[in-house]
């Protein structure tokens, strides 16, 4: 089956400490994106790539850093820079010539 | 300054009633205009898009209209059933297209 796979499901993080959020998807999609969901609002973007070894800052990427070695992967790292990290993460990819969006199922990260 | 803008409150609406869910938006000028549902703790999924040129799309149940002089898109889900209470989410998809801009969605409660 096609799809985005997100893992794990739920973290949790001392503070000051970085955590990375894996985003993988075998759709043969070139763009991925990750977005950041708090309680009650839209979906932020954090950092998107429309080809291996390249990326761009979202709107709010303060904190965070992405690498794209690989077609298929693209991961998050919040860093302890990132001063409020607790949130709903979500990667999403986009096929070629399309618009819609896929998105993965999602990561809850939890700061303690 | 740019917004794009979902009833904020959620939306209460009796089985078998036609829901309408609103989106608007200021000082963008978007060249297709996206819904997605969401449900709660899950990445969102695509349902609609429609063009700039285009007045009206139906999908099924659904049905979405565009109006780029009152800036402002309406979401219909016709029989509405309890299952097809979610978020909704609207989102935005300009002509320099690498990424999409979402609004804070609209919860919906179809009511048995």
């Known amino acids: 089956d096609g799809g985005i796979t997100q893992s794990p499901k739920y973290l949790f993080r001392k503070e000051g400490q970085n955590v990375t959020l894996s985003c993988e998807q075998n759709?043969?999609?070139?763009?991925m994106y990750w977005y950041r969901q708090d309680p009650g609002q839209g979906l932020r973007l954090i950092y998107y790539?429309?080809?291996?070894?390249?990326?761009q800052k979202g709107d709010i990427a303060e904190g965070y850093s992405v690498s794209r070695e690989k077609k298929e992967s693209f991961p998050l790292t919040v860093t302890s820079a990132q001063k409020n990290p607790t949130a709903f993460y979500l990667c999403?990819?986009?096929?070629?010539?399309?618009?819609?969006?896929?998105f993965g199922p999602g990561t809850r990260l939890t700061v303690l | 300054s740019q917004k794009i803008e979902q009833n904020s409150e959620a939306l209460n609406i009796q089985e078998g009633k036609t829901a309408t869910l609103t989106c608007n938006y200021t000082?963008?000028?978007?060249?297709?205009l996206q819904w997605y549902r969401q449900d709660p703790g899950r990445g969102p999924v695509f349902l609609l898009l429609?063009?700039?040129?285009?007045k009206e799309k139906r999908k099924e149940r659904l049905k979405v209209t565009f109006d780029t002089t009152l800036k402002q898109s309406l979401f219909h889900i016709t029989a509405s059933q309890p299952a097809d209470s979610a978020t909704y989410l609207c989102?935005?998809?300009?002509?320099?297209?690498?990424?999409?801009?979402f609004g804070k969605g609209t919860r919906l409660h179809i009511l048995p």
């Open positions: 999403a990819s986009l096929g070629q010539g399309y618009n819609e969006q896929f």
């Open positions: 759709l043969n999609h070139d763009a």
């Open positions: 790539s429309q080809i291996v070894n390249d990326f």
């Open positions: 000082n963008y000028s978007p060249a297709y």
């Open positions: 429609i063009r700039e040129n285009e």
């Open positions: 989102a935005l998809d300009m002509y320099w297209g690498d990424k999409i801009i």
